[in-house]
T-cell receptor, first 114, second 115 residues
Framework: DTAVSQTPKYLVTQMGNDKSIKCEQN?????MYWYKQDSKKFLKIMFS???????INETVPNRFSPKSPDKAHLNLHINSLELGDSAVYFC?????????????FGPGTRLTVT | AQTVTQSQPEMSVQEAETVTLSCTYD???????LFWYKQPPSRQMILVIR??????QNATENRFSVNFQKAAKSFSLKISDSQLGDTAMYFC????????????FGTGTRLKVLA
């Protein structure tokens, strides 16, 4: 069973479109995250939810909106896509207690905006 | 604000040899965790090793060990008996244990193991 899953794994779309990436974890964790990895492989936190409550909201354009319908799911919706949004987006989850707050990552979604 | 620096963008090592990847960080926190993650070409992020700042003993996981120097704010990763499967990007990450629990990642070191 996949611990943290993301769909889709690849997404190719045109500028101006709206798209969503879905994330689900079956680990029973309370906290979920979205990270962005740019073309130079730099990883940066975007958002984090704890029990459906937004707790981290980094400097991200308003076109990006996370939604957590329940603590097992954290989706990322992106409006009016731009070329600079092309990146790999990783979802992660953690229990926040024990095991050193280890985060478990999904396989990533490679978004290409043309 | 915390920062994590990995000064070696790329490294290579012969199979079966030992290699050390460096990581330094800057923080005013006294309690935190440090991590090394591996990202092979498959793109999956895999935890390699974890160190609690309050523990003086260096963490080890099979062929992977760290040299944690808290005063120097240094956290290097040693890979012994390197294997072809160790070829990957390696990221050092910092997490403080107060407030929000987010990783601050370094810029990564691309390691290539040569046959």
């Amino acid at each position: 069973d996949t611990a943290v899953s993301q769909t889709p794994k690849y997404l190719v779309t045109q500028m101006g479109n709206d798209k969503s990436i879905k994330c689900e974890q079956n680990l029973g964790h309370d906290t979920m995250y979205w990270y962005k990895q740019d073309s130079k492989k730099f990883l940066k936190i975007m958002f984090s939810y704890n029990n459906k409550e937004l707790i981290i909201n980094e400097t991200v354009p308003n076109r990006f909106s996370p939604k957590s319908p329940d603590k097992a799911h954290l989706n990322l919706h992106i409006n009016s896509l731009e070329l600079g949004d092309s990146a790999v987006y990783f979802c992660a989850s953690s229990p926040r207690t024990g095991r050193g707050y280890e985060q478990y990552f999904g396989p990533g979604t490679r978004l290409t905006v043309t | 604000a915390q920062t994590v620096t990995q000064s070696q963008p790329e490294m290579s090592v012969q199979e079966a040899e030992t290699v050390t990847l460096s990581c330094t960080y800057d923080t005013s926190e006294s309690n935190y965790y440090l991590f090394w993650y591996k990202q092979p070409p498959s793109r999956q992020m895999i935890l390699v090793i974890r160190q609690e700042a309050y523990k003086q003993q260096n963490a080890t996981e099979n062929r992977f060990s760290v040299n944690f120097q808290k005063a120097a704010k240094s956290f290097s990763l040693k890979i012994s008996d390197s294997q072809l499967g160790d070829t990957a990007m390696y990221f050092c990450a910092f997490m403080k244990t107060s407030g929000t629990y987010k990783y601050i990642f370094g810029t990564g070191t691309r390691l290539k193991v040569l046959a």
